[in-house]
């Protein structure tokens, strides 16, 4: 077994292990500053967060210390979320996320770790209200 194969083998062991969960309120301040930050002058902010606003409330850190071990820097591939309910001011939202999937690919550059991750969001009533599924790529 290579080094490399170690680590892949050591991260697919995680897959589907829920992480910490991050708990936040939805506070009106810190979503006008989002807004304000994204340049989106939407009214309707006052009332909900806007849709990436998740992502700056409770950021989830799946910390991967057997990923550091391959290649040498990180790379982002890319979100994608699913939204199921507004999240409203006032709201307390929990994210918790998990490790989904792990593969090589061969590059021009040399070999690609990718990670891919989930990470759920929900209010303070148990409603599933985002969902992101997003790419880390290690190099």
Known sequence: MTATTSVIDRLRARIGVDGAPVTAPVEAG????????IGDPNPRWTKEAPPTFLVALAPVSLHLTEAEEYGQ???????RFEYFAPVLIG???????????????????GDL???????????QEGVVVAKLRGTMIRR
């Open 91 to 109: 709201d307390e939202i929990t994210a918790t996320g998990r490790v989904a999937d792990v593969y090589e690919k061969s590059g021009s550059s």
């Open 113 to 123: 770790l990718f990670i891919i991750f989930e990470t759920n969001y929900v209010n």
């Open 73 to 79: 820097g990180w790379l982002n591939g890319g979100n």
């Open 30 to 37: 810190h979503v006008k500053r989002f807004a304000a930050a």
